[in-house]
């Protein structure tokens, strides 16, 4: 599978439409707080407050397209905080509409009652760096049940996020991180505001998000400004086979330079300056936008790429809780037409991915043994991708600080969106968002059972954010959560991995 393709379906997520969920809501003495620009008016809800669309960052707009982020300009009368800001400019997710304004750089808050200091979790949403906002997830479950307070932010995407160019500098391709950092600092100057404690920040995010999360914890940049780190289906390590060789998440500075360079070029551009008169939603509906779409290294953010920093120990020695989901590919392989995936199209893909080595991949993956072409596809791209990916950078972080992993596995979880027939979704990357967060528009109808698996995985999140331990045995403990199914799991052998690691 190619690269933009990869990316394309990771963009898909998040699945659900913009607006958190802010039940029954009453002006209430609390509702203003003041940050360090100046007041904001929230809403209170019954036991905890929300506040949505404060700016962290002036808008990155005109000449501040492709600068890192600027402080926002101050105001004295409060602020109407009680909607979410813009969505930052994107093409169409799965229920994630498109569109936004470059005007985008807003967080949402939302704080328990009663007095703090409270551990704040910072949430970074995922959707392949291209797709999603902030505002997708309504945070008060983790709030009020786990008593933390709770920050979800936007950051630039896709090529006004990640576009790199020769005259960008050391900032080249990394301006949706430099936002997340931004976002930081905002939450270490005014964490104490909303009942929080700005010493005790635990930076959580998936899929692009987790990957996000995982590259800050290797860069200089963000060392001091989050003191535990929650990976969510996103190791640092992530690689994927195409043409026989590995494509990685991670791009070079120079390599994202070249391609900004003739995108401009085909745009009539000779200069930064130039595309920056462009509308924004002319560039990101180019569709050699898709071209960028992951973080650059060799940049300010990232002086490394974050799989070779974790490898040599260069990231922050903090508690790291890390996991994927049991059957993450189904997803991915759901969203690739055409279905039903037949037994020709599953050949030609592992030729595609492992050239001369598709055989030994085929016998070891044979459609006979999982029900379906489309299954086995999932299956293998589940273990080699995602599970294998998770289990090497838990071993280099377990190397040198505390890392707490775990699997996701309700292979019953409910739908965020439909599959077709011939894939299972069982276990499917993103499954484990409705556990912890309300989805706005969607109802997961929870089983008992199920109900009682989101109360303990708020309970294990939101004690790793208190204490730094989640509850379970480091690593090499590897902890499945299933409905009334909590057990140890050996990880490498479920998916396969020394067969992976034989491979080459």
Same mark, same amino acid.
């Given at each position: 599978?190619?690269? %933009?393709?990869?990316?394309?379906?990771?963009?898909?997520?998040?699945?659900?439409?913009?607006?958190?969920?802010?039940?029954?809501?009453?002006?209430?003495?609390?509702? !203003?707080?003041?940050?360090?620009?100046?007041?904001?008016?929230?809403?209170?809800?019954?036991?905890?407050? *929300?506040?949505?669309?404060? &700016?962290?960052?002036?808008?990155?707009?005109?000449?501040?397209?492709?600068?890192?982020?600027?402080?926002?300009?101050?105001?004295?009368?409060?602020?109407?905080?009680?909607?979410?800001?813009?969505?930052?400019? @994107?093409?169409?997710?799965?229920?994630?509409?498109?569109?936004?304004?470059?005007?985008?750089?807003?967080?949402?808050?939302? *704080?328990?009652?009663?007095?703090?200091?409270?551990?704040?979790?910072?949430?970074?949403?995922?959707?392949?760096?291209?797709?999603?906002?902030?505002?997708?997830?309504?945070?008060? #479950?983790?709030?009020?049940?786990?008593?933390?307070?709770? !920050?979800?932010?936007?950051?630039?995407?896709?090529?006004?996020?990640?576009?790199?160019?020769?005259?960008?500098? #050391?900032?080249?391709?990394?301006?949706?991180?430099?936002?997340?950092?931004?976002?930081?600092?905002?939450?270490?100057? %005014?964490?104490?505001? +909303?009942?929080?404690?700005?010493?005790?920040?635990?930076?959580?995010?998936?899929?692009?998000?987790?990957?996000? *999360?995982?590259?800050?914890?290797? =860069?200089?940049?963000?060392?001091?400004? +989050?003191?535990?780190?929650?990976?969510? =289906?996103?190791?640092?390590?992530?690689?994927?086979?195409?043409?026989? @060789?590995?494509?990685?998440?991670?791009?070079?500075?120079?390599?994202?330079?070249?391609?900004?360079? @003739?995108?401009?070029?085909?745009?009539?551009? /000779?200069?930064?300056?130039?595309?920056?008169?462009?509308?924004?939603?002319?560039?990101?509906?180019?569709?050699?936008?898709?071209? +960028?779409?992951?973080?650059?290294?060799?940049?300010?953010?990232?002086?490394?790429?974050?799989?070779?920093?974790? /490898?040599?120990?260069?990231?922050?020695?903090?508690?790291?809780?890390?996991? *994927?989901?049991?059957?993450?590919?189904?997803?991915?392989?759901?969203?690739?037409?055409?279905?039903?995936?037949?037994?020709?199209?599953? @050949?030609? !893909?592992?030729?595609?991915?492992?050239?001369?080595?598709?055989?030994?991949?085929?016998?070891?993956?044979?459609?006979?043994?999982?029900?379906?072409?489309? %299954?086995?596809?999932?299956?293998?791209?589940?273990?080699?991708?995602?599970?294998?990916?998770?289990?090497?950078?838990?071993?280099?972080?377990?190397?040198?600080?505390?890392?707490?992993?775990?699997? +996701?596995?309700?292979?019953?979880?409910?739908?965020?969106?439909?599959?077709?027939?011939?894939?299972?979704? #069982?276990?499917?990357?993103?499954?484990?968002?409705?556990?912890?967060?309300?989805?706005?528009?969607?109802? &997961?109808?929870?089983?008992?059972?199920?109900?009682?698996?989101?109360?303990?995985?708020? #309970?294990?999140?939101?004690?790793?954010?208190?204490?730094?331990?989640?509850?379970?045995?480091?690593?090499?403990?590897?902890?499945?959560?299933?409905?009334?199914?909590?057990?140890?799991?050996?990880?490498?052998?479920?998916?396969?991995?020394?067969?992976?690691?034989?491979?080459?």
């Amino acid at each position: 599978m190619s690269r %933009n393709k990869k990316w394309a379906l990771l963009a898909a997520l998040p699945l659900v439409a913009s607006g958190m969920l802010t039940g029954q809501a009453t002006a209430a003495p609390g509702t !203003v707080v003041r940050t360090d620009s100046g007041p904001v008016r929230g809403v209170a809800h019954d036991g905890y407050r *929300t506040f949505q669309g404060i &700016p962290f960052a002036a808008p990155p707009v005109g000449e501040l397209r492709w600068q890192p982020p600027r402080a926002p300009k101050s105001w004295t009368e409060p602020r109407d905080a009680t909607k979410p800001g813009s969505q930052c400019p @994107q093409g169409a997710g799965l229920g994630s509409p498109a569109g936004g304004a470059e005007d985008c750089l807003f967080l949402n808050v939302t *704080t328990p009652g009663g007095r703090g200091p409270r551990p704040v979790m910072v949430w970074v949403h995922g959707g392949g760096f291209t797709t999603g906002s902030g505002s997708m997830y309504d945070a008060h #479950r983790l709030a009020v049940q786990g008593d933390v307070v709770v !920050v979800t932010l936007n950051y630039r995407l896709g090529v006004l996020g990640f576009y790199g160019h020769p005259e960008l500098n #050391r900032d080249s391709g990394a301006f949706g991180l430099q936002d997340q950092v931004a976002a930081l600092q905002w939450v270490r100057r %005014n964490a104490a505001a +909303f009942g929080g404690d700005p010493r005790n920040v635990t930076l959580f995010g998936e899929s692009a998000g987790g990957m996000s *999360t995982c590259g800050l914890l290797t =860069s200089p940049v963000a060392a001091g400004l +989050f003191h535990r780190a929650i990976v969510q =289906s996103g190791p640092c390590t992530i690689t994927w086979p195409a043409d026989g @060789q590995s494509g990685s998440l991670w791009s070079a500075k120079a390599d994202v330079d070249a391609r900004g360079a @003739q995108f401009a070029a085909a745009r009539g551009c /000779a200069d930064v300056a130039c595309l920056r008169r462009v509308p924004a939603d002319d560039l990101v509906a180019d569709p050699s936008a898709a071209l +960028f779409n992951s973080p650059a290294f060799h940049t300010r953010v990232l002086p490394e790429s974050p799989a070779e920093a974790v /490898a040599n120990g260069h990231f922050q020695r903090i508690p790291v809780l890390a996991g *994927t989901t049991r059957d993450e590919a189904s997803l991915f392989v759901a969203l690739q037409p055409p279905h039903p995936v037949t037994e020709e199209r599953y @050949q030609e !893909v592992l030729r595609a991915a492992f050239g001369p080595k598709a055989d030994v991949v085929a016998a070891r993956y044979p459609s006979s043994a999982y029900g379906t072409p489309g %299954n086995a596809w999932a299956a293998m791209e589940t273990d080699r991708v995602w599970a294998c990916s998770a289990l090497t950078t838990d071993r280099y972080l377990a190397a040198r600080t505390r890392l707490f992993a775990y699997e +996701f596995a309700d292979r019953d979880a409910p739908l965020l969106l439909p599959f077709p027939a011939d894939v299972e979704p #069982r276990a499917y990357h993103a499954s484990e968002l409705a556990y912890l967060f309300d989805l706005p528009g969607l109802d &997961p109808k929870f089983t008992p059972a199920q109900q009682r698996l989101s109360e303990r995985m708020i #309970r294990y999140w939101t004690r790793f954010a208190t204490t730094g331990d989640p509850g379970w045995r480091q690593f090499p403990t590897v902890l499945s959560l299933a409905p009334d199914a909590i057990k140890p799991v050996d990880l490498g052998a479920e998916h396969q991995c020394g067969f992976w690691a034989g491979l080459g």
